[in-house]
Each structure stands twice: as C-alpha cells, then as structure tokens.
T-cell receptor, first 111, second 114 residues
Framework: GENVEQHPSTLSVQEGDSAVIKCTYS??????FPWYKQELGKRPQLIID?????GEKKDQRIAVTLNKTAKHFSLHITETQPEDSAVYFC??????????FGAGTRLTVKP | DSGVTQTPKHLITATGQRVTLRCSPR?????VYWYQQSLDQGLQFLIQ???????AKGNILERFSAQQFPDLHSELNLSSLELGDSALYFC?????????????FGPGTRLTVL
C-alpha cells in the first residue's frame, strides 16, 4: 500500500477562479497529509498540511480537506493569482519513515 | 533559504562514472531524505536516514548508495552512471520523521550524464 494518486496532472484556470487538486491514497496507516508547491526551477516548499484528526484546515486562500474513510484529500485554492502557477505535490506517508508523493499537478493561472 | 545545503549545484559526467552528492541538513534536524526528480517528473523517494541510521528505502537502484555521518550530513553515491540517471537530486531534512513533520528541501544538485 504505497500508491498516492493525484489528479489532474495539469490544470489551467483564469485569475480569480478556484482550483482544486485531489489525491487518493491506499495505506490506512497514513496520518499526515502535506502539500508542497514547487515553482519553476526551485525547491519544493510546504504550503499546508493536515493530520488525520482534522477534517479541514485553512490558511488564507488555501484549504485542505480530508476524508479518511474514503482515503482522499484535496487542496483548494481560491481567488487564484498568477503567482500560484507552479507544480503542486501531495503526499501520504504510510509510516514514520517512508515518504510517497503524488505525481504532481501543474497549475497555470492565466491573467 | 530553507537552511539545507547541497553541493555541487551542477554536475556533468560521463556514462560509467561515479559521483557523490552532498547534503547538509538544517541545524538540529536528524532526518535526511533523498529524492530524484527527472525532467517534468515527480519526486521519487530514494532513501531516508535518521540520526545516522538508514530507516527507509524507496525506489533506489542497487548502483546507488547513501550514508549519514556523525555530524548528520549525508552523501548520495551514484555509480556506473547511465544516461537515464540524469536528473535533479534533492535532499530534504526534518526535525523528526517525515511521516509527521514538514520536510525542508535543499536547492538540489542537477546531474547530467553524457
């Protein structure tokens, strides 16, 4: 149980619209669900994370929701801006040490 | 700046050669993770060390090996290099175990195998 599926692989939205990226995981041992943003040519950086005892978490224009029963979690970005354009990775570590990322979603925000 | 350093920034070498990539974690972080990112690809987890001990292995080839030293810096050794090994190699550190903690990524080492 180590797969993390992420959809869509690419997403294009108009500035000001919302963007939603979804991830599903298979290992029920996963309890921590981070989202990382990687701008072109740069390192990945954590933008938000959620733990399994919480169903939703918000930080300004970014929110993450978790459905542990269905084993999926989603990243929501509202009022998108051109600087939100990047590749977003979800992760669902199946244990204390292991690390598994989704394949990534390339988000383009058109001005 | 995440506080994680990686050297060298760029590395160009030939097939069949061996290279060593170096990573220094943030001060106080005990965990070091290595990842491979090929062009337009995701982050492939290679291996993790915690306080000098190997703790988890991902999709790491037998030609690759790593270690973490007493001062907590880590090295990733790639041998018998092939064209397909060309990629960006990231290391990341976290204070504890990445299963529950934010990871801080270094700037990466871009390896080109000719």
């Amino acid at each position: 149980g180590e797969n993390v599926e992420q959809h869509p692989s690419t997403l294009s939205v108009q500035e000001g619209d919302s963007a939603v990226i979804k991830c599903t995981y298979s290992d029920s041992a996963s309890n921590y669900f981070p989202w990382y943003k990687q701008e072109l040519g740069k390192r990945p950086q954590l933008i938000i994370d959620i733990r399994s005892n919480v169903g939703e978490k918000k930080d300004q224009r970014i929110a993450v929701t978790l459905n542990k029963t269905a084993k999926h979690f989603s990243l929501h970005i509202t009022e998108t801006q051109p600087e939100d354009s990047a590749v977003y990775f979800c992760a669902a570590p199946p244990g204390y040490n292991d690390m598994r990322f989704g394949a990534g979603t390339r988000l383009t925000v058109k001005p | 700046d995440s506080g994680v350093t990686q050297t060298p920034k760029h590395l160009i070498t030939a097939t069949g050669q061996r290279v060593t990539l170096r990573c220094s974690p943030r001060s106080g972080d005990l965990s070091v993770y290595w990842y491979q990112q090929s062009l337009d690809q995701g982050l492939q987890f290679l291996i993790q060390y915690y306080n000098g001990e190997e703790r988890a292995k991902g999709n790491i080839l037998e030609r690759f090996s790593a270690q973490q030293f007493p001062d907590l810096h880590s090295e990733l050794n790639l041998s018998s290099l092939e064209l397909g090994d060309s990629a960006l190699y990231f290391c990341a550190s976290s204070p504890g175990l990445a299963g529950y903690n934010e990871q801080f990524f270094g700037p990466g080492t871009r390896l080109t195998v000719l």
